[in-house]
């Protein structure tokens, strides 16, 4: 895999871990619904993950949890350019915008963003990979389905779905280098699927691209440990370290500090 600029920083795969920090400015995410919805708060909280070691904050205009409502169109592209723009101005790292809408991508490029994070792998919107194309930024595309779809062969199916989102990428003229790739942990899946994923994350890097692993506080951790959303903090420690242990690149967390902590043992391990 080759390295990959993003904005004006440069990532070298391989060499290191990235975490992506998460920024929702939505009244309703799962895990901080409401908690950055001011810009004033959304910014000190952006500065304090770039501060605690974020490669990347992502800023998310819409709750992608079970069960949320859609936002309309023009209120998430506002949510996200008037944030972005902000952030663009104060911050050294990267910033991303988490939609699966080709309007708001593109928006959110125009404002500052430097890379589309779509949970639909560019199958929700016809326009969205032309978007990518045309200001030649990188994407990660996840992995989703429409819920009640039997999967045959969970891992399987997996790997097709996301090689049919690649080569929508290909047909639309985004380049390789430019692509990442998210298993779509929490999406679409039971959390014995979840759990299942995780045990091999290291599949998915037979594709060829570097692996963005999103799994922070999500529901599987609250399954297993029997534990609310805001008390996953070690769960989340752990499957950090289990997914750089089986190849992950990049980390999407809520709890930047500690997940760059453990990152940077891990990476002292496995890296050479």
Known sequence: MKSLNIGNSLWEWGKKTYTMGILNITPDSFSDGGSFFSEEIALKHALRMAKDGADIIDVGGESTRPGSAQVPEEEEIRRVTSIIQLLSKELKIPISVDTYRAKTAEAAIKAGAHLINDIWGLKYDPD?????????????????????????????????????????????????????????????????????????LDVFRSLGYPILLGASRKSFIGKVLDLEVQDRLEGTLAITAAGIMKGVDVVRVHDVLENVRVAKIIDCLERK
């Open 128 to 200: 969205m990979a032309a978007v990518v194309a045309k200001y030649n930024v990188p994407v990660c595309i996840m992995h989703n389905r429409t819920l009640g779809h039997v999967y045959q062969n969970l891992i399987e199916d997996i790997l097709q779905e996301l090689k049919e989102s690649i080569e929508l990428a290909h047909k639309a003229g985004i380049k390789d280098e430019k692509i990442l790739l998210d298993p779509g942990i929490g999406f679409a899946k039971t959390w014995e699927q979840n759990l299942e994923v995780m045990r091999h």
